[in-house]
């Protein structure tokens, strides 16, 4: 957890300038840059909403790679005694400067350096998908999407044609409101 917090993007502040520049191949209004700075600035949840085709997805990447190129996980993690799969080479992608890293050994190799995850679901969505999944060929649980997105984005593709009702969907990461002032 602690190895969380400590690369979390909300550490990083970024500035107007700093969001111009990622944002200097997209057409992106000087209102919509200040607030989606705000946003970053503020180190909390993005809700990134609107029709398909208007540069959600754009957005939402450029913002990962303002914040940092790269962060650690751990490959897999272990909940009340179940081993999670937490690298999946399917979403995650090492990191630009992994083979210097690995080539120094002085680091603990059950982490891996990824660039930050961008993942996005969409589809035939349903609820269980964010819990973890036991996999009988390897006999471990996989992680769940919302853990594999964890120090990247996570994004929702197509939410009115998902199978479950978008309220739940949403009450998933709702934060009551005296968890969400301490933290």
Not at 61 to 83: D, F, K, L, Q
Not at 103 to 114: E, F, G, P
Not at 143 to 170: F, M, W, Y
Request: aromatic share 6%; charged share 20%.
């Amino acid at each position: 957890m602690t190895s969380v917090v400590k690369q979390a993007a909300r550490k990083v502040k970024l500035g107007i300038p700093d969001l111009c520049k990622v944002f200097s191949d997209v057409m992106l209004s000087p209102a919509m840059i200040n607030q989606i700075g705000q946003a970053v600035y503020a180190g909390k949840a993005l809700f990134l909403y609107g029709p398909p085709g208007n540069g959600k997805t754009s957005i939402a990447e450029r913002i990962v790679r303002a914040v940092s190129e790269s962060i650690w996980i751990p490959r897999t993690i272990t909940i009340t005694g179940e081993i999670i799969r937490l690298f999946d080479p399917a979403c995650h992608e090492l990191a630009d400067d992994n083979v210097e890293v690995l080539a120094d050994l002085s680091y603990d190799i059950r982490w891996v350096r990824i660039k930050r995850p961008s993942l996005i679901v969409g589809g035939e969505l349903t609820l269980d998908q964010f819990e973890a999944k036991y996999n009988p060929t390897t006999g471990i649980n996989e992680a769940p999407a919302q853990l594999k997105s964890n120090g990247g984005t996570l994004g929702i593709g197509d939410l009115d044609r998902h199978r479950v009702d978008i309220t739940e969907l949403l009450n998933r990461w709702t934060i009551p409101w005296p968890r969400a002032l301490t933290s």
